[in-house]
């Protein structure tokens, strides 16, 4: 068996045939699928902030299975996040799996990370495959979906909260130059979300969050974002986006984050309702959002199941240190 490396300069069909292993392997996961160029962005590319390795098995003719790794460089420099790790249904119970898994221990070693992350369903083959291979649950997660086929949009818009002394700013897409540096900031305040107990905070310098702007059109991603202001003086006090996948009829929730010094005034469940009521107007083929939580998080998930978000499958992320 010979586990190749793909070559992220000159990738190839090796990345094409990654994906479809990962299409094909993703028996346990009924949300929505890595489009081909969101995965050639997010998992098959290089970022300022990661490193990005992809190694393959190809098995007459077809990549049988493959994994890639994202080596954080400016922060957690420790860690590895892996993501797919995937073998073909039908060339499954041979050891293939496994013998990836050691040659990703091996690459942590040779990059000196001490720490392996990835997440899987609770249940099915990738949860049984970690705890196979030593690996213990870090953060317990769970996916919730609102329909937008069935949201009572008469009731959302009665649940805007009044909130004095804030207003709202959004915009559709890449934020501009003029927005970085408050993106900037209100990213960073996503560092006391529920994390793994080794995981520091992250850096989200100018620089990262241009690069992360400029990428989107790259993944087939249209941003809705939200920001809210302080009316005294413009501080950015918290933000929320979506991220609309027109190919797939998916929007996909991400961060929603109100700085500390800001929360107490309901800005977290303002943000939410008013992006969604954004999303209603200009994404009307939109058919549900997704989203992820830590079970923990009990202040962001009161405000999804409020919103009418309902539980759609439990994830756990999980660790090995080596």
Known sequence: MWIQPIDLDRPGNLVTGLHEAYVAGKTDDPGPTMTLARFRHDVAAHEPGARAE?????????????YGLSLPQLDNTHTAWLFPLVVRPERRGRGLGSALFEHVLDRLRAHGRTLLLAETPVTGVGARFAVAHGMTVSLMEARRTLDLRKAD???????LPRVEGYHLESWTGPAGPDRLPDLAALMNGMNDAPRDADIDDMNFSLDRVRHHEESLPRRGLTAYTVIARRDSDGAPAGYTRVYADRSTGWGHQADTAVLAEHRG??????????????????EPHLERIITWNATSNAHMLAINEAMGFELFDEWNEWRLAL
């Open 54 to 66: 992809l190694w393959a098995v190809v098995e007459d003719g077809e990549v049988a299975g493959g």
């Open 153 to 159: 949009w008469d009731a959302l818009e009665r649940m």
């Open 265 to 282: 005034h309901r800005l977290g469940l303002l943000l939410k309702l008013a992006n969604v009521l954004r999303l209603r107007e200009h």
